[in-house]
């Protein structure tokens, strides 16, 4: 369903997200002054393995026992601070959720937990989907129905949705990109880490089709499977992807159609009820136009198939037992999980992924106070002063360079917590007794409300998370940085934590945010949000040289045997976590007003800060996850988004007294210095 083109926006946390124990919610007395949710002061000291020297491994040293002695959960991927906040909000929303069970969303995440009727209702509601599939006369017909999939279930061989022009950033284009696999990315279906996941995916397909009625359907899934290889065969790569540059290829729907030759455009956006443009972005060039040819030399037969598949595959969580376990048992195989979440936990996602901002609205008014707001809007602006003067002094731009990127930090917009304006749901209709229809029907509802945006100038309130989601991004042709109100909570962010700790851990990412409008991506997005290389000539050669330096690093992280960090995929992410740790520690600095931070619990107010720093990282993840992450996502695994930063930073030798013979110490000389 709704197979869009998502453009990257610098968001935080990689995916599936990284829990422990979860704190119960009690309200204080009001005489009495509130407490961190971790420790006296916002750190979990008990967490700590203090037989391991802070230069030896200082993820260990801040969180060892913490990983010693958890365990992952069966239901879950990973396991550490990511999860226990998306818990704790998964908590909220239930709360909310129970309430009232007349609103929208109320009567959506009851008609989920409606098993019973789920289960009287059956496969029917999907049967006349696939009898759709199954009736289209022609490939033309075929494309109309792949166009339709925009809102419902199925697959695209594209996928398209409403952003930004790059070359003129205030208005909305149609971006059309490469789509078409079942798999997470093109490198699960070639080579030898992952045969066991293509093993299991056919296995899944053969039991679909089964399900389905289809004849040979072990045949049929191999057919499916040769479809998809052919497919990422032509796809572009995670790294190829992060290049907006090369994404920004500007066509009108006819020009598409004699690019891209052996695919019926036209009635494809029929089907998505998109009139002819003159104006659309081919994201993934190359790889468009040879997805079209793969569709005009695929057989019918095949492709029919395909869809079957993939329209039961995206409804099969809203189906009987049967079908929830037949995909549950290749989602173990992907990630490692060996047990379904209980019930009400996966209503709770369907109802934050269909109504998110209806939702978000009431979650912000009873777990977001303005006085969070107002604290984070402090440690932003103090951010943004750090970043400042951290532009000023750089040794490797030029005076013209410095005055386009103050400029662009001066203009850039910072929103905490929740939009301006919540969007409007009363148009669409929830019904208690069909969980089936609530999802089309929110499908096409959300659909609808993206495709209104097409050929109208770009609104900038509008988000791309809810305020509930624990995360955090730059919008790149925004020109903004968004925190919502989800991430925003204890250990990344407690108002009633000591500083050192507010700023060590979301202070760390309020500055990775705003670095990413100054890297090797941001250098080409300027103030307006433009696509435009704002640079000086010489400027790029001298920063491509440290951040190499900086990559050759992070190549040597094995992850999971045999396996390594990326450093060009991952690039922009790991230098944000270095650049946003220094501007975080100035801010943190500069807030102090001159005076020296008080010791406590023998601590320093840089070794809290760093201590902070580590622990909102910490995670475990199953090597399934880490594999996933490591082909596909451009953030580095957690545990080197500690270590990797902290090599190179002089302040933290000095924090914490790192010598030469330290496992982690690298010469003055050697260290990157980018910002």
Known sequence: MRTRLLLAAGALLAMPLPTASLRAEAPAPAAVAPQPMYGSWGVDLTGRDLSVKPGDDFERHASGHWLATTEIPADKPSVGVGWDMYERTREHLQRLLTRDATTQYGVLYASFLDEARVEQVGLAPMIKDIAEVRALPGKLAFARHMGTTFGRFGMSLFGSGVAGDPSNPDMNVLWIGQAGQGLPNRDYYTGPAFKAQREAYIAYI?????????????????????????????????????????????????????????????????????????????????????????????????????????????????????????????????????????????????????????????????????????????????????????????????????????????????????????????????????????????????????????????????????????????????????????????????PAADDAVNYGAIGAIIGHEISHGFDDKGRKIDASGKLRDWWAPGDGERFDQRAAAFGQQYAKYEVVPGLFVNPELTMGENIADYAGLMVALDAYHRALGGKDAPLIDGLTGDQRFFLAYAQAWRGKDRAEVVRMQVTSDPHTPNRYRVLGPLRNLDAWYAAFGVKPGDKMYIPPERRVRLW
Do not use: C
């Not at 905490?416 to 007794?433: Q, T």
């Not at 624990?470 to 020109?479: D, K, P």
């Open 206 to 494: 053969t039991r679909t089709l089964t399900t389905l009625g289809v004849p040979a359907p072990a045949v049929g899934a191999k057919k499916i499977m040769a479809l998809e290889t052919a497919i990422a065969a032509k796809s572009w790569s995670a790294v190829e992807q992060r290049d907006l540059a090369k994404q920004n290829n500007p066509m009108s729907t006819a020009e598409l159609a004699a690019f891209a030759p052996g695919f019926d455009w036209a009635a494809f956006f029929e089907g998505q009820r998109v009139p002819p443009q003159q104006r659309l972005i081919v994201g993934e060039k190359s790889a468009v136009r040879d997805l079209a040819n793969i569709y005009a030399r695929t057989p019918l037969g095949t492709l029919k198939l395909w869809q079957q598949f993939h329209v039961a595959n995206q409804a099969s969580r809203y189906l009987p037992k049967a079908m929830v376990e037949s995909r549950f048992q290749f989602i173990s195989a992907l990630a490692g999980v060996r047990q379904i979440e209980p019930r009400w936990k996966r209503a709770v996602g369907v109802v934050d992924g269909q109504l998110g901002e209806l939702i978000g609205q009431d979650y912000i008014t009873r777990y977001f106070p303005p006085s969070s707001k107002a604290k984070m809007e402090a440690l932003v602006a103090n951010l943004k002063l750090a970043m400042l003067d951290r532009i000023r002094a750089n040794d490797w731009m030029s005076q013209p360079t410095k005055d386009a990127a103050l400029e662009k930090l001066a203009k850039m917009d910072v929103m905490v917590g929740y939009p301006d304006k919540f969007r409007d749901y009363s148009g669409l209709k929830m019904d208690p007794a069909d969980l089936y229809g609530n999802i089309v029907r929110a499908g096409q509802f959300n659909a609808a409300y993206e495709l209104s945006d097409l050929g109208k100038p770009v609104d900038r309130r509008k988000w791309s998370m809810n305020p509930q989601e624990v995360n955090a991004y730059n919008g790149t042709l925004e020109n903004k940085i968004v925190f919502p109100a989800g991430i925003l909570q204890a250990p990344m962010f407690d």
